[in-house]
């Protein structure tokens, strides 16, 4: 449905809050909230898109609300990070004074101008030791951001997210950039908006948080997202209480989703369940006559195969831990997941893994049932636990190498020209030859060939050199060598003996 003209008003804004890991996105929020969410992040990073609102009194006195999302720093986020920027208004970019300027920094600035969205500058940590305000404002302006007073446009402000310093006129800020964006929405149409993320939860089933870009919805309706629908039965906001209706700009959890609605996905709001399963239907099949069924490419290449489950607690950690799966493929490494869900490690897991060799089982912020513990054991199915994203990428590099077939290799280290058998059984002899090209020494692994036919393989036991013994010769020398290689016939005058090593990587 078509919004009104007439009947759109202004809306909130939602805002991203983006940057480097440890800069203090998540204190700044917190400080916003007036919560504590940061000590119960695992590693002190946040992990999930969450998506909160809140009310701030402007300089003038004028009450407004933002709603914020507050998107993960670690480089293995970026797909969360880039979807935080793409269903949002505005940006804050936050930038530690203590450390500038740093890879996930310009990450996350390239999200933003992909998303067309304005932003401004947050230089957080200014309470610290060696915050280096002008430094880094020159960090900034070098790598293009040029900010207000520094040949540019871009408005900052100085914080501190402990104190709190600083804060309200960056709120001021943003609500000013928000004036000139004109931001406005129709309250009398159907909701849509944007799953910003989904979960399993044992006890409640499948949920997602929705942020709700234009239209309202209320309780006893249903929404469609995907091929997932779900009744507006509990919809709550993102303290957890319960509510009745919302509206734009509005981030709100609604439990009872048919399936996991996929992360990204445009919501709509139909007023019968009937109408949700036509609508959902209709992308299922249009999903299908779309779908291009596709080979796994390893199976007809020499590309070593990891075989990989991973069990999440929520829908965009899959995401990032696919990501960071995908950093350790190379053109001799594929990583093939076998299967991806929420929710925790289950006994169907272990069955699944067991029929591929070697298969790891990642379990990110989730247990693992005790029946399929038991039956990991016994089959010998290996599963690993994480809760912090970096610990996984640390891990996860030893593991594929521990996996990976070794390739074997062989390095000639010499080539000799048998002269004349002296003695032979089919386990040893003695010849003379001579060496035409590198050395050969004693303990050499050696090749016997009569032209291009393997003979035999075996070792060097003893040369000698004239009437001397000698642990190795070079090229253009005659010498006599005691060998031990498996032949089934005598060696003969021109047969060839190649020394060489091998190698395993």
Known sequence: MTANANKCIKRPPVVTVMGHIDHGKSTLLDYIRKTKIVEGEAG????????????????????????????????????????????ADLAILVVAADDGVKPQTLQALKAIEEANIPYLVA??????????IE?????????GIYLEGMGGSISYSLIDSKSGKGIPELLDLLLLATDMEELTGDPTVPATGTVIESRCDPKRGISATLLIKNGSLKTGAYVV???????????ENFLGNKIHEATFSTPIMVVGFSENPPVGATFITVPTKKE??????????????????????????????????????VVGSLEAIKHELRKH????????????????????????????????IIGFNVGTD?????????????????????????????????????????????????????????????VGCRVETGELSVKDRII????????????????????????????????????????????????SIIAFTVTEN
Not at 123 to 132: F, L, P, T
């Open 276 to 313: 949700a399963l036509e609508v959902a239907h209709a992308v299922q099949l249009s999903s299908i006559s779309n779908k291009v069924t596709n080979s796994e490419v390893s199976e007809s290449t020499d590309r070593y195969n990891v075989p990989v489950i991973i069990k999440s607690d």
């Open 135 to 143: 430094k880094t404002k020159s960090s900034l302006v070098e790598h």
């Open 329 to 360: 493929e190379d053109e001799n490494t594929s990583i093939h997941i076998i299967y991806e869900g929420v929710g925790k490690i289950a006994e169907g897991d272990i069955k699944y893994a067991s029929g591929k060799k070697d298969t790891i």
């Open 370 to 430: 005790s029946a399929a513990q038991e039956l990991a054991l016994r089959v010998g199915v290996e599963i690993m636990h994480f809760s912090i994203i970096y610990e996984l990428t640390d891990w996860i590099q030893g593991a594929i190498e521990a996996r990976r077939p070794k390739i074997r290799r062989e390095k000639i280290l010499g080539t000799a020209k048998i002269l004349k058998c002296f003695s032979f059984t089919k386990k040893a002899q003695t």
């Open 225 to 235: 997202a995907g091929q997932a629908y779900a009744p507006l039965r509990i919809v």
């Open 44 to 87: 002190g990073i946040t992990q999930h898109l969450s998506a909160y609102e809140v009310e701030h009194t402007s300089s003038s006195g004028e009450k407004r609300l933002i709603t914020f999302l507050d998107t993960p720093g670690h480089e293995a986020f970026q797909h969360l990070r880039s979807r935080g920027s793409s269903v």
């Open 448 to 495: 016997i060939k009569k032209g291009d036919v393997e003979l035999g393989r075996g070792r060097i036991l003893s040369m000698k050199s004239g009437k001397t013994d000698t642990s190795r010769v070079g090229e253009n020398n005659d010498c006599g060598l005691q060998m031990e290689v498996a032949l089934e016939t005598e060696p003969v005058y021109n047969d």
């Open 123 to 132: 230089i957080s940590k200014i309470d610290k030791n060696n915050a280096d």
